[in-house]
């Protein structure tokens, strides 16, 4: 899917690029979860200069600690959702908020940011001829009719729910990167990023497999949301960093799923916890929420044949992993 315009002018700042190698990387919504791990990754470049713009509203300072005074970094307090003028070659667009606890909190705000936000991002690329990956969503199929999702589906996407500010907004981002793309020539990406977790989650932002861990380390009962029949599949946060990165350097606009085909339902998740961390723990069932989709698994023949990227850490090695920043954060040795 790339077209034939013309690239646009090369900014002097890529210009510049044939005096100095270094590769100026903008991260919007890097002060968050998968932002944050991204960051390590860049960083972990000599020749790359870092500069995170959040506004903190699910991502916090303290997850870039390390990288805070570090020559090649940058931290600015900023909102998407206003113009931004910096001087990048790369912009990693994940500025959002993920969990649906957040994004429905202030939904007004969450379509604004995934509108206007990636609206600006995509003037700024436009402005400086950097190259620009959103990380957009599994939602956009919303509840799937198609099981497992390939790149192809175009979704079942309620347009007037709870969920819509988040799914339906990031169904938008995706047409303005393609419409920038066709009509300007700018270098898009597009990431479709299904459940992902690790360390450094939210503690109480109410995505399953942070809930879980938390209540079994904290010996509450863990809540599976009725039927509990309904699937997910869920990604190690160090998996999903290195499919990102190799979208943005490969040659393919996207969009591409990136996540784990390993697929399970939420008791299947909730006794593999329950097993992993705290076997005294019990299962409970409560209510749901409107609109949740009753499947979701990745077809990643695109990411594997076109990035030639698949997942490697497993569910039940990744969540002992996760177990580990948990207890720190709770302080709550394990006996
Ligand atoms: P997160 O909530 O931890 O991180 C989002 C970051 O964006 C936070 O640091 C937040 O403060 C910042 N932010 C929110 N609104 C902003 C605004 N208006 N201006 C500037 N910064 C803003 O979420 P995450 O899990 O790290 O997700 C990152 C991206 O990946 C998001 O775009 C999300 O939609 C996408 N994604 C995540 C998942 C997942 O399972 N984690 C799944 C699909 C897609
Ligand atoms: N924009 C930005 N930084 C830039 C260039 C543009 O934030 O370096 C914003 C700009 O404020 C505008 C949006 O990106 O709201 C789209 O810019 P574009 O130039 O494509 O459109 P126009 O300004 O002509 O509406
Ligand atoms: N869920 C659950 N218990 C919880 C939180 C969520 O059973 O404490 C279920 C929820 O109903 C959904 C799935 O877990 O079916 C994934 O929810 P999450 O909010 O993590 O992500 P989503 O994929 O819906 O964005």
């Not at 890529?14 to 990387?25: A, E, G, L, T, V």
């Not at 390939?150 to 979704?155: L, M, V």
């Amino acid at each position: 899917q790339t077209t034939t315009k013309p690239p646009p002018t090369p900014s002097p700042l890529r210009f510049s690029k044939f005096f100095q190698s270094n590769m100026r990387i903008l991260v919007t919504g890097g002060a968050g979860f998968i932002g944050s791990h991204l960051v390590d990754r860049l960083m972990e470049n000599e020749k790359n200069e870092v500069i995170v713009a959040d506004n903190y509203f699910t991502g916090s300072k303290d997850n870039l600690r390390k990288w805070i005074g570090h020559p090649r970094f940058e931290l600015i307090r900023h909102d998407v959702t206003e113009p931004l003028l910096v001087e990048v070659d790369q912009i990693y667009h994940l500025a959002c908020p993920a969990s649906p606890i957040f994004y429905k909190y202030n939904p007004v705000k969450t379509i604004k940011t995934n509108v206007i936000g990636t609206l600006n991002m995509l003037g700024l690329a436009k402005r400086v001829g950097a190259r620009i990956l959103l990380t957009s969503t599994s939602e956009v199929y919303g509840d799937p009719l198609v099981h497992p999702q390939p790149e192809t589906y175009w979704g079942n996407v309620n347009p007037i729910g709870v969920r819509s500010c988040y799914d339906e907004g990031k169904r938008v981002a995706e047409t303005l990167m393609f419409d920038y793309h066709r009509q300007h020539g700018i270098e898009i990406r597009i990431a479709r990023i299904f459940n992902t977790y690790g360390p450094r989650m939210n503690i109480d932002d109410g995505r399953v497999v942070s809930n879980f861990i938390a209540q079994a380390i904290r010996d509450e009962p863990l809540t599976v949301q009725a039927p509990g029949t309904q699937t997910r599949s869920f990604c190690y946060v160090s998996d999903m960093v290195d499919g990102l990165i190799r979208l943005m350097e490969g040659e393919n606009t996207g969009p591409i799923n990136i996540g784990n085909p390993g697929e399970f339902t939420m008791i299947e998740l909730a006794e593999t916890v329950k097993e992993l961390i705290n076997p005294k723990v019990e299962i409970k069932m409560v209510e749901n929420t409107p609109d949740d989709p009753r499947q979701r698994k990745p077809d990643i023949t695109k990411a594997k044949e076109l990035l030639g990227w698949e997942p490697k850490i497993k569910l039940r090695d990744g969540l002992p992993l996760m177990e580990d920043d948990f207890r720190q954060r709770l302080t709550v040795p394990k006996n």
